[in-house]
């Protein structure tokens, strides 16, 4: 599966944003779909996932209470809304799509999108 993400920006702390990301093929609710992120000078981190049919989702401890994660498999696309923005959250944000549900590890996710970048100012 081929992934695009888009949707992030300048924001202030406390803003919002809605980053998608659409996915090419005719297989894309096969796939268990995630967020990750990755600052300058630091390994990419997880941020949350959603299962195939978007019953089931999972957040990084960092994220949980401010993001969501969703999807449309009529529109073969999956969402981040971000809300409460920080100023760590500031990061290229990058979706992926993996075969199994319940890892947080980018070893486990084998089609990635070329990231956007959010950045949250103070």
């Known amino acids: 599966v081929q992934l695009q993400a888009s949707g992030g920006g300048l924001v202030q702390a406390g803003g919002s944003l809605r980053l998608s990301c659409a996915a090419s093929?005719?297989?894309?609710?096969?796939?268990?779909m995630g967020w990750f992120r990755q600052a300058p000078g630091k390994e990419r981190e997880f941020v949350a996932a959603?299962?195939?049919?978007?019953?089931?989702?999972y957040y990084a401890d960092s994220v949980k209470g401010r993001f969501t994660i969703s999807r449309d498999n009529a529109k073969n696309t999956v969402y981040l809304q971000m809300n409460s923005l920080k100023p760590e959250d500031t990061a290229v944000y990058y979706c992926?799509?993996?075969?199994?549900?319940?890892?947080?590890?980018?070893?486990?996710?084998?089609?990635w999108g070329q990231g956007t970048l959010v950045t949250v100012s103070s």
């Open positions: 959603i299962s195939w049919n978007g019953g089931d989702t």
């Open positions: 093929g005719r297989t894309f609710s096969r796939y268990v």
């Open positions: 992926a799509a993996s075969r199994a549900y319940g890892s947080t590890w980018p070893k486990d996710f084998g089609s």
